[in-house]
C-alpha cells in the first residue's frame, strides 16, 4: 500500500513559517455532537442609529464619526497599542523578560452602510479600501517609531468582532510580531538561495497543478495553500513579487479589489451564510530596509468546518503539539471551486 | 514617567518557547459588545445511558464499555493518528513537503461518573488519573514507533468537547510536535549554558516573587507564567527537575493529584461555573535520549477573560501578528489566589 495523501495521517511543512500541521483526513467522517455554532440571519438596517462606526454617530471617546460617504478611518479609542509609552523593561537572568512597546490602533470602515459586508460591495468600493491600505501602510510606514503594520478584518462575532459594520483595522508598531518574523526568515533564505521569492515559485507550482487555486486574476492568484490549517484556509498571492500594497499599479489595486470580492462571494456562498473569517494582509517591515525577500500576501483564516454551525477547535493537541486539520486542503479548495461568483443574496449594491 | 508593567502596554518573552506576548493592560477597560457564550447550569446524571464514555455502554465502534470503576482507557475509534500509515511523502522543491505520521490516539475516562469534573473528584480518585498517565506515557514511549507522547483535556464545549463525561486524551506520534520542540530548544540551549533547567531557574524567580505564585505543596507550584498568553493561563512545575511522569515518586505523584485538584476548584470558584480549559503535560520526548534539560510541567489554557460569558478571541492580530493579552498576568494571578479551595457546589463524592 503505498502513501496515499487522501486517506492516511501525514505532516506537511508550511514553507512560509517553518512549522508543520498534521493532516487526517480519514478523521473527516468522524460524528459531531459538540458546540454547535449560532447562525442569525443577517438582517441589518442600512444605517443603526446605535452604531458607533455609522456615519454621524458619536463613539465611545465622545467623537462624532464625519459623513463619510465610502471609508473612514480613526484612531481606536480602545487600541492595544498607544503612542506614548516611555522606554524601558525588564530583565531577570534572561527568564523574565518584558519590553515597552509603542505603536498605534486603527480602525476602517469599509462603507458607510451597516449593512454590507465585503462580499456585497461593488469592485470599484472595496478599491476605495484598498487605497485606503495604501496610504495608510504609507503613512504609518514612514513614522520612525513604526516598524511593521499589520493590515487585518476580524469578521463575524465567532471571530471576536463586537461590531458588524463593514470594518478592518490596523495595528502599527515598533517591533516586527511573531508570524511575519518568521515569514521574514523563510523568505530570506529562500530568497539568498535562489535569487527569486518563495511566494514566486510556490505559485507557479501551484499554477501548473491547479488542484489547490480557487480563482485568478492578471495580477493576483487565489489558493488553499498546500500547508492550511483551518478548513477553508486560503492565500492571495500577488503574481509581481511586490513587498508592499504602495508597490501595487492602479490595474494591480483594482485586481485585488475584484478577487477579494470574488473569494468573499465563494466563501458566503459555501454555507449560504455570511462566512466569518480573520483576514489580513502580510508585507515586508518599514524598518527601512529594502526586503526584497519580502512578496506581498493576505490570508483568510475561517473557523468554520463543516457547516455553518460546526467550526474547527484549535484546542487541546493544537495548543500543546501542532495545528491539526481534518479535510484536505485540496478537497477545500474544490468545495470553493465550485461555488459560484454571484452572492446568494443576489446583488445588493 | 517611568515604565509601569501595569499601565503601559509591551511585550513579555516566553522563556520556554522563545517567542512574544503582546500585553495591553490598559485595554481591559474598553466595553465588550460582542458575542456572548452560553453557560449551561452543569445538571448531568450520574449515568447517562446515551453517553458512549460511560460504563457498560457501546460505543461507535460497535465496542462495549466495560462496568470500570476508577479510570478506564480506550483507543480512539475516529482518531486523527493512525498506527498503520504506510511511510513516504511528497517534496517539491522544498516548498511543497508532506511527510507520512503514524501513531496512536487514546481516550482516558477520568471517573465512571457520569456527571463529576476532575475539580469535583476526591484528591485519591484524580491520583488515579495521574497513575493511568504514568502507565501510559511508559508505555507508549516504549514503543519504537512512538517518540512524543502527548496527554491532554478539553474541557467545556467552548473547547471542542464534545462529551461531557469527564475525559481526558492522548496522541502519541512518531515526530515531536511543534510546541514541544521549540520548548525542547530553549530548554537545552539554557541547560547547557547553566547545568540546570530553565524551570528550575525560574520557578526560584518566582518563589521569591509570589506575585504570580497561586498556590503551592510540598512537590508542585502552580503561577501564571510572566509570560501567559490566556487571561487565567497557569503553568504546573514539579519542584524536582524531572522530564516525565514516570519519574514522579509516589508522594509526588499524590502531590500532583492534589494541585490539580485545588487548582481546578480555584478556577470554577472564580465565575461559579464549570470552568473551559484545555490542559496537557509537556515531557520529554520519548525517542530513547535522556533529554535531562527537560522539566516536567503542565499547561492550563482557559479561553474565559471578563466572566463566565465573556472569553478572550485569538483572532486578526493574534493569528497575523502576536498572542495579544489584556489583563496582567499579575492581575489574574491575584483573582485565583482570591479563591477559596471548597468548590462552589459543596463536595460532591
Ligand atoms: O478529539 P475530540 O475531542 O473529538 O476533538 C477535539 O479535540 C481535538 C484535539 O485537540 C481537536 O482536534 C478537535 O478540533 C476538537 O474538537
Ligand atoms: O479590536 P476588537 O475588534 O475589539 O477585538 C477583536 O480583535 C482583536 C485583534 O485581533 C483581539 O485582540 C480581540 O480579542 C478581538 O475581540
Redesign the pocket.
Known amino acids: 500500500m503505498p502513501f496515499d495523501s487522501t486517506e492516511h495521517p501525514h505532516r506537511r511543512f508550511n514553507a512560509l513559517t517553518g512549522e508543520w500541521v498534521l493532516v487526517s483526513p480519514h478523521r473527516s467522517k ?1 460524528p459531531w455532537q ?1 458546540q454547535q455554532e449560532e447562525t442569525e440571519q443577517d438582517q441589518r438596517p442600512a444605517y443603526d442609529p446605535t452604531c458607533y462606526l455609522c456615519p454621524g454617530n458619536p463613539r465611545v471617546g465622545g467623537e462624532v464619526n464625519p459623513q463619510y460617504t465610502d471609508t473612514f478611518v480613526f484612531n481606536n479609542d480602545f487600541g492595544a497599542l498607544t503612542a506614548d509609552v516611555p522606554t524601558g523593561g525588564i530583565d531577570e537572568g534572561g527568564l523574565l523578560r518584558a519590553e515597552a512597546e509603542s505603536g498605534v490602533c486603527r480602525v476602517i470602515c469599509f462603507s458607510p452602510r451597516h449593512d454590507l459586508t465585503l462580499p456585497q460591495m461593488t469592485t470599484p468600493a472595496i478599491r476605495k479600501v484598498v487605497d485606503l491600505w495604501v496610504s495608510e501602510f504609507a503613512t504609518l510606514g514612514a513614522r520612525p517609531d513604526i516598524n511593521y503594520v499589520q493590515i487585518f478584518e476580524n469578521k463575524g462575532p465567532i471571530m471576536g468582532c463586537s461590531n458588524p459594520h463593514p470594518h478592518g483595522q490596523i495595528w502599527a508598531q515598533r517591533t516586527v510580531p511573531g508570524e511575519p518574523a518568521k515569514e521574514g526568515v523563510q523568505q530570506l533564505t529562500y530568497f539568498q538561495e535562489h535569487g527569486r521569492t518563495l511566494l514566486s515559485d510556490y505559485l507557479k507550482i501551484e499554477l501548473e497543478k491547479k488542484e489547490r487555486v480557487v480563482l485568478e486574476n492578471e495580477h493576483f492568484v487565489v489558493l488553499v495553500p498546500f500547508w492550511a490549517v483551518w478548513p477553508f484556509e486560503t492565500i492571495v498571492i500577488a503574481r509581481r513579487p511586490v513587498q508592499d500594497v504602495t508597490q501595487l499599479s492602479e490595474p494591480e489595486r483594482d485586481a485585488l479589489a475584484d478577487v477579494l470580492r470574488r473569494l468573499t462571494i465563494r466563501y458566503d456562498n459555501l454555507f449560504n451564510i455570511s462566512f466569518p473569517y480573520s483576514s489580513g494582509l502580510h508585507q515586508r517591515p518599514t524598518d527601512g530596509q529594502e526586503h526584497s525577500e519580502w512578496h506581498l500576501h493576505m490570508h483568510f483564516y475561517p473557523p468554520l468546518l463543516r457547516s455553518a454551525t460546526v467550526r ?2 484549535m ?4 495548543m500543546l503539539g501542532d495545528p ?1 486539520r481534518d479535510i484536505t486542503p485540496e478537497f477545500s479548495a474544490g468545495r470553493l471551486r465550485e461555488q459560484a461568483e454571484m452572492h446568494y443574496k443576489g446583488a445588493v449594491e
Open positions: 468522524r459538540g474547527k477547535f484546542v487541546g493537541y493544537e491539526q
